[in-house]
């Protein structure tokens, strides 16, 4: 795993599990997808975190129609997230990255609660985190950010949806670009 930073975003590349290359990074995300969501997950053993990637993969094709790249992130090593994956139910449509270390949702500013204790144990200290990242220009920008305040506390998929079509939308209709 590698991370750099560029202008307060972080740049990484972690082992994929899911769909894609492996390793795969941010910069080739950012080369393919005009936006990019990064579901930060809590660990392994989390039942909130399946079913909200389990919703979310019900709706692969409309966040791929949107340009949206959906990248699962659990903090666990690569054997161990594949071993996550193949418990649903369905073909899993994402990459799935293996941030072991938890380096990058660190970086990202994932929560955590109980201090120390929950430093050391996601299971009781890890919180969920949802980040959108615009990835059009190439340099990556955190443009939406959800910190779940409790383990139940997620986006629901409509809302991240809705936030990246509001975001193509003003970049549609964004009179300093085009002649209005």
Partial sequence: ?????TDGILSFELPNVGVGPDPLSLAEISAVSD?????FLRDYHCPKCK???ASISKEADQF??????????LPEPPERAAEWRDNFDRE????????????VAEQYDQPTRFGAL???????GRLPQSVILDTRDGDPEVIYTYEGDSVS????VDELL???????????????LVDC
């Avoid at 791929?64 to 992130?73: C, E, K, R, S, Y």
């Avoid at 899993?92 to 380096?103: E, G, N, T, V």
Wanted: some cysteine.
């Fill in 1 to 5: 795993m590698s991370t750099t930073s």
């Fill in 35 to 39: 936006f990019a969501v990064l579901l």
């Fill in 51 to 53: 079913a909200q990637v």
């Fill in 64 to 73: 791929d129609g949107l340009g949206t790249a959906v990248l699962p992130i």
């Fill in 92 to 103: 899993f449509p994402f990459p799935l990255l293996a941030d072991k270390d938890k380096q």
């Fill in 118 to 124: 929950g430093s050391l144990h996601d299971l009781i």
């Fill in 153 to 156: 506390d997620r986006p629901e």
């Fill in 162 to 176: 809705g936030q990246v079509e509001e975001l193509q939308e003003t970049f549609a209709f964004d009179c300093s």
